[in-house]
């Protein structure tokens, strides 16, 4: 661990401090002023799916996490990188690697309801220009959320939990406060949810152990999003998103299709998270002791 003159815990709480000081800031200045409520779905506000006023969100999160880091970074004496953060080859090989594992990993799980009668796809339900506005937005939206997740969850969170408590300590918190976030501010929510993105969220974290950066891990967030909600049309808080690609027919119980929280929530879920954990850790082996010590 590094000597960085505070404890984790109150470098932990400045930060934190220092990321909802300037959330605060930027709703009242931005999103407050456009009328965003990003849970709302009652007349005259905009579906929490809707990517363009979900960007302003995104972005606020990102600007927050980002400004915080930097401060304590220089307080520290670190960079961003030691925080997780890529700095250089942000969209590089990794990123298209773990979004390639999340499209795969989505696949899959769609493949799998669908095999069990839960899943079957009737038509486009979007056409001609729209179409390609959509793509380009839902593809601009996944990967904000992506970056904004993982740069709040687990970049500075995630590596200063790590110098107090070590890593896999850290991880777990991280990834049932993850799971929580999902739980009690999503509509419509059952324990599947709380379970499935607290159990994603481990993996991201595993991802990161392994690679020593956020990219694999926003790649994999972006890929998963985007297909389950754009690509496949699934529901997620009980919602279609606007302008998501095919028409669909999703029957069966809650257990196999994920009903309202949509794919994510599908027991099938749990089987692709471990086999997830399983095939990772043989293809990306852990580094030497010499290249993790700072991570410990």
């Known amino acids: 661990m590094y000597d960085r003159g505070l404890r984790a815990g109150w470098r932990l709480a400045i930060w934190l401090a220092i990321v ?13 002023p456009l009328h965003v409520s990003p849970t709302s779905t009652t007349p005259g506000n905009h579906s929490f799916l809707d990517p363009a006023w979900s960007l302003v969100v995104q972005a606020s999160d990102l600007i927050s996490v980002l400004v915080a880091s930097l401060i304590l970074a220089r307080v520290e004496h ?6 997780y953060i890529p700095t250089r080859n942000l969209f590089g ?31 486009l339900a979007i056409h001609g220009r729209p179409l390609a506005h959509a793509v380009f937005w839902w593809l601009i939206q996944a990967f904000a959320i992506g970056f904004s997740e993982e740069f709040l969850f ?27 976030l999902h739980y009690f501010f999503k509509p419509y929510e059952r324990w599947e949810d709380f379970a499935s ?16 950066s956020l990219n694999f891990a926003i790649g994999f967030h972006a890929a998963f999003d985007w297909a389950a909600i754009f690509l496949y049309s699934g529901q997620n808080g009980g919602e279609f998103a606007p302008g998501h690609l095919l028409q669909t027919s999703w029957t069966g119980p809650n257990w196999l299709t994920g009903g309202m929280l949509g794919p994510e929530t599908s027991w099938f879920v749990f089987p692709i998270i471990a086999l997830l954990f399983l095939v990772f850790s043989r293809l990306y082996p852990s580094p030497s002791p010499n290249a993790t010590s700072q991570s410990t």
Request: aromatic share 16%.
């Open 78 to 83: 670190l960079s961003l990188r030691d925080y």
């Open 93 to 123: 090989r990794q990123l298209w690697e773990g979004s390639l594992w999340g499209l795969l990993a989505v696949s899959l799980l769609i493949g799998l309801i669908a095999i069990f009668h839960g899943y079957r796809i009737i038509g």
């Open 197 to 212: 993105t607290g159990l994603f969220s481990l993996f991201c974290c595993l991802a990161i152990r392994r690679t020593h």
């Open 20 to 32: 909802f000081g300037i959330e605060f800031a930027l709703y009242y200045a931005v999103q407050q």
């Open 154 to 180: 687990r970049s500075y969170l995630l590596r200063t939990l790590a110098d107090g408590i070590h890593f896999w300590p850290a991880a777990i918190l991280v990834s049932i406060s993850f799971g929580c």
